[in-house]
């Protein structure tokens, strides 16, 4: 299951659902003009933007005061009003320009002669990091008849060389529920998933049990590790989506014995 909220069909329904609300008919015009130019994809954030009630909690929300508009992210900033001590500033969030959530992250590993073999990390150098970083896979992917949909097209033909297979065939896919990576600064959440790869037809696997396969000289590299150097590795992940898919998926399935401690 994906946790997106859908847009409302058109934008004409979107802007009636806005002015229904108090605050938005004391939002200026110049802050609506904004709005009502927004590009189609834009609409998520709109849909989303509709359910603020004037009323959250003990604030008041007076108006939409500026909205700051990017490529991919929007901060909407509000002037609010604590009802209890009738105090008025500002409170802002950032949110994707696709809404509450932009779609599904998670981890793949690959299964052969029925139990998980290997997993795969994948590291690229992150703008806002200016670092290179190991980083989930996912984005606006979805599952169907054993593909993964939307998958990078360059990460996907790589994983495919390295395992030498001529087909991504996805055995089992978990949707592991949302994350939400940032509760107090974004309003949004993605969903976490595991995909287990079929290498049932690998060439390499065989020859890969203690050892492990890297890519370098591409924008990311793709590495595929043996299952049982996964406690190794989790120290050194910082991403929030890799650690939580992993214990997610061990928790929820156990009978997946995907390790998360070293033995002794």
Same mark, same amino acid.
């Given at each position: ?22 605050w938005?008919?004391n ?11 927004l ?6 954030f ?5 359910? *603020?009630?004037? &009323?959250?909690?003990? %604030?008041?929300? @007076?108006?939409?005061?500026? !909205? /700051? ?78 593909t993964?949909?939307?998958?990078? *097209?360059?990460? &996907?033909?790589?994983? %495919?060389?390295? @395992?030498?297979l001529?087909? !991504? /065939? ?14 107090g ?16 037809e690998?060439?390499?696997?065989n ?43 061990a ?14």
């Open positions: 299951m994906n946790y997106l909220i859908q847009p409302p069909k058109t934008r004409t329904q979107t802007l009636s659902n806005l002015e229904a609300l108090t938005y008919q939002t200026s015009p110049d802050i609506k003009n904004i709005i009502y130019h590009p189609t994809e834009f609409d998520g709109l849909a989303d933007l509709a359910t *603020k009630t004037d &009323e959250i909690d003990n %604030l008041e929300i @007076l108006r939409l005061k500026d !909205l /700051k508009v990017g490529n991919h992210l929007v901060i909407p900033i509000f002037e609010v009003r604590q009802e209890n001590t009738n105090q008025v500033f500002t409170y802002e969030y950032v949110s994707w320009k696709q809404g509450v959530n932009p779609g599904y992250k998670g981890i793949l590993l690959v299964e052969n002669q029925g139990k998980i073999t290997h997993f795969i990390t994948k590291q690229t150098h992150k703008f806002s990091q200016n670092q290179v970083v190991y980083d989930s896979f996912g984005g606006f992917i979805s599952y169907s008849q054993d993964l949909q939307n998958f990078p *097209k360059n990460q &996907e033909l790589e994983i %495919l060389r390295q @395992l030498g001529n087909k !991504l /065939k996805i055995k089992q896919f978990f949707d592991l529920g949302p994350l939400t990576p940032d509760i600064l974004s309003n949004h959440y993605t969903s976490l998933f595991a995909a287990i790869i079929d290498g049932s690998s060439l390499h696997l020859s890969l049990t203690k050892q492990r396969l890297a890519t370098k000289g591409l924008s990311f590299s793709i590495t595929l590790h043996p299952i049982e150097k996964l406690p190794n590795l989790i120290p050194q992940i910082h991403d929030s989506y890799f650690l939580a898919s992993i214990l997610r998926l928790t929820k399935y156990p009978h997946l014995n995907i390790p998360l401690t070293a033995p002794f």
